[in-house]
């Protein structure tokens, strides 16, 4: 079974500082992906990031990296130098590449930036 | 261009009517996803397809059923609405495989369902 979590409801970072959201993962699919995304409070559901399980390197893209480590099961993200505009509710997701192909996600985080 | 486009985008249903809410993409996507969200519980997979014609069950499938006639349109439908089913739904696609892109989603702008 497939199983994503979140254990941090909420979180606050102070503006330029960066911040870590953790997330946990189970599979059993020998091939997977992990993403992350971001909801601001207007609704729409926006990718960020990708890695995929057999990626030699963690995954960056522009002030977003993934903390990738397998062997624990855990995907964080890292946000550099928060900006106001990241305030919002963030998702862990998960595809499996073979098997079932269920894309499933985390409760989610919501990351309030203080000026 | 579209994407992924949902209607409608609000409904209020009464206690045991039936509904459909219709997705559909125009990017070609094999894959297809119906997500619920609701406060603190993230969005929860209700039913998916992997190609047209297909169907299978996500976390959440009862009392919803849902229907993949052409590839570019999937149906999700509650045949007697229950109060339970109050949410904001959530349709996605994303491409067929890894290589062929990074597998991500591309969703719908959702549709906000109260049933009274």
């Known amino acids: 079974a497939q199983k994503i979590t979140q254990t941090q409801p909420g979180m606050f970072v102070q503006e330029k500082e960066a911040v870590t959201l953790d997330c946990t993962y189970d599979?059993?699919?020998?091939?997977?992906?992990l993403f992350w995304y971001k909801q601001p409070s207007s609704g729409e559901m926006i990718f960020l990031i990708y890695q995929g399980s057999y990626d030699q390197q963690n995954a960056t893209e522009g002030r977003y990296s993934l903390n990738f480590q397998k062997a624990r099961k855990s995907a964080n993200l890292v946000i550099s130098a928060s900006q106001l505009g990241d305030s919002a509710m963030y998702f862990c997701?998960?595809?499996?590449?073979?098997?079932?192909?269920?894309?499933?996600f985390g409760t989610g985080t919501r990351l309030k930036v203080l000026a | 261009n579209a994407g992924v486009t949902q209607t409608p985008k609000f409904r209020v249903l009464k206690t045991g009517q039936s509904m459909t809410l219709l997705c559909a993409q125009d990017?070609?996507?094999?894959?297809m996803y119906w997500y619920r969200q609701d406060p603190g519980m993230g969005l929860r997979l209700i039913h998916y397809?992997?190609?047209?014609?297909?169907?299978a069950k996500g976390e959440v499938p009862d009392g919803y059923n849902v229907s993949r006639l052409k590839k570019q349109n999937f149906l999700l439908g509650l045949e007697s609405a229950a109060p339970s089913q109050t949410s904001v739904y959530f349709c996605a696609s994303s491409t067929e495989r890894e290589g062929r892109g990074t597998g991500e989603l591309f969703f719908g702008e959702g549709s906000r369902l109260t049933v009274l």
């Open positions: 997701a998960m595809r499996g590449w073979s098997g079932t192909y269920k894309y499933i």
């Open positions: 990017m070609n996507h094999e894959y």
């Open positions: 599979t059993s699919d020998p091939s997977y992906g």
């Open positions: 397809s992997v190609g047209e014609g297909t169907t």
